[in-house]
């Protein structure tokens, strides 16, 4: 059994935006980022159920990095 290829976290959260936005289907996400459907789905839901922690007092007056 093939062991999955490290993917990036930026990579990730893009691929799940871009899911989350709907303007391209899961097979074409899938084979943009080389990646199975499913995969995107999976990123999908945790970014579903783990964005809102962005917001979280607990992150608030911690830095924050962007690169994009």
Do not use: C, D
Not at 8 to 27: R, T
Not at 31 to 39: F, G, K, L, S
Not at 53 to 67: D, H, K, L, M, Y
Request: glycine share 4%; aromatic share 6%.
């Amino acid at each position: 059994m093939k062991k999955p290829k490290a993917v990036p976290p930026q990579v990730k959260f893009q691929a799940a935006l871009e899911a989350i936005k709907g303007e391209k289907s899961l097979v074409e996400l899938a084979r943009i980022y080389n990646v199975h459907p499913n995969t995107i789905v999976k990123w999908k839901a945790e970014l579903m159920e783990k964005g809102a922690t962005i917001f979280s007092n607990e992150t608030q007056g911690q830095p924050v990095r962007a690169s994009l």
